[in-house]
């Protein structure tokens, strides 16, 4: 479909978007016996959200592709282009509670994260993408979640994660593209060889803390049961200068139930600085600070399914409507850039474009991505 009938459709959806920039008031204004707490519960909503704008499927903007030495989920050139010959490995990492998992192992070396809700609508959990970098360890891991039948579709990686909930273990066995060679996990009723995981039990955590796992150990995995080689990562824009429109945004805070995430920008860096609940939020391996050179702002419909997702809790599965279109707001500079993701095939890259399905350009480097629910969360944004 040209780009003009895709350009008519996403001016639609700006139509439609101002009813959920209504509801987002800052999109229209620029070893132990401890037990894990259990978090303060969001009520269940009383309605199911709509999906996704109603719009026909059609194909995302093609950009130009990349230099073979070029890393397609940072725009990077790589020293060795070899490490690009390989599969992506995407990583569960948890995020809550803070005093047993943080800081996290291995954040800093990941190319993207995805952090989203948990079920509940309580804290969040982050999924972190490798390719072009081999941390020694990543954790602590947990287990997946509905976003993560779909990210692996995305960005073509081996998935690496403790275990799954009943439910969601049986829908991650029936989809075909993913079951039963690119997802490494306890739960799903095989014997996993090479056994990609660990445990680390030095710290005086809970004994559902101490799991962890690297790049290596995965792809390792994933060659035994026969996915390997360079994946078609073709899609994202990058630039190392920033495009023109961009709106002054130094500070951003995503008011996550249980947990606040922040980002301040560092001009002498040109990147995103992160911090969690008000402190510093580092990376064990090397104590520096987290840090991005895009945080994307993702607007995606969730909600509640009918998969229990842990009973002790009385809280369900929640699923993320990752596909088609929807509002998107891109940092990168210092600068705020307002547009709309899209994903149209369930193996196209995720992009974000103006309303003219033009790409706007990530800054070169990583990217960390916040997705939250298209209604009812309030995304703080100061110049």
């Not at 951003?252 to 911090?275: F, T, V």
């Not at 391996?285 to 997702?309: C, F, K, R």
Request: aromatic content about 10%; some cysteine; hydrophobic content about 35%.
């Amino acid at each position: 479909m040209g780009n003009s009938r895709k350009a008519g459709r996403l001016r639609r959806l700006a139509r439609r978007g101002a009813l959920v920039l209504l509801i987002v008031p800052a999109l229209a204004l620029a070893g132990c016996a401890q037990a894990t707490p259990t978090p303060t519960r969001t009520p269940r909503p009383t309605h199911t959200p709509v999906p996704t704008a109603t719009v026909e499927p059609t194909a995302t903007p093609t950009p130009t592709p990349l230099p073979e030495n070029v890393n397609p989920l940072t725009g990077e050139v790589v020293e060795d282009s070899s490490v690009l010959d390989r599969i992506p490995v995407g990583i569960k990492v948890s995020n809550w509670p803070p005093q047993y998992v943080r800081p996290q192992a291995g954040i800093n070396s990941a190319d993207i994260i995805y952090e989203h809700y948990n079920e509940g609508y309580m804290a969040t959990r982050w999924t972190a993408i490798y390719l072009s970098k081999e941390p020694e360890r990543v954790g602590p891991v947990r287990s997946c979640r509905l976003i993560d039948l779909h990210l692996p579709a995305i960005y073509k990686f081996a998935m690496a994660c403790w275990g799954f909930s009943d439910g969601v273990a049986q829908i991650a066995r029936d989809t075909e593209d993913l079951y039963p060679n690119r997802i490494a996990s306890y739960s799903l009723g095989e014997e996993i060889a090479p056994d990609p995981f660990f445990r680390d039990q030095t710290r005086d955590v809970p004994l559902e803390h101490t799991g962890y796992t690297n790049p290596e150990n995965v792809r390792a995995w994933a060659e035994a049961h026969g996915y390997t080689g360079r994946q078609d990562l073709s899609g994202m824009v990058f630039s190392e200068d920033p495009p023109e429109g961009g709106v002054p945004a130094t500070y951003i805070r995503i008011p996550y139930q249980e947990m606040d995430a922040e980002w301040r920008y560092d001009e002498a860096s040109g990147r995103y600085l992160r911090w969690s609940d008000g402190d510093v939020h580092t990376d064990f391996l090397d104590g520096e600070q987290l840090s991005a050179a895009n945080v994307i702002v993702l607007y995606v419909p969730h909600w509640e399914t009918d998969i229990m997702e842990d009973a002790h809790n009385d809280v369900y599965s929640l699923e993320y409507a990752i596909w088609n279109s929807n509002l998107a707001i891109i940092f990168r500079d210092g600068l705020r850039y307002d547009g709309y993701w899209q994903r149209w095939e369930r193996s196209d890259m995720l992009v974000v474009t103006d309303v003219e399905a033009v790409p706007i350009p990530f800054k070169v480097g990583n990217s960390f991505f916040e997705v939250v629910p298209a209604e009812g969360l309030e995304v703080v944004v100061e110049p």
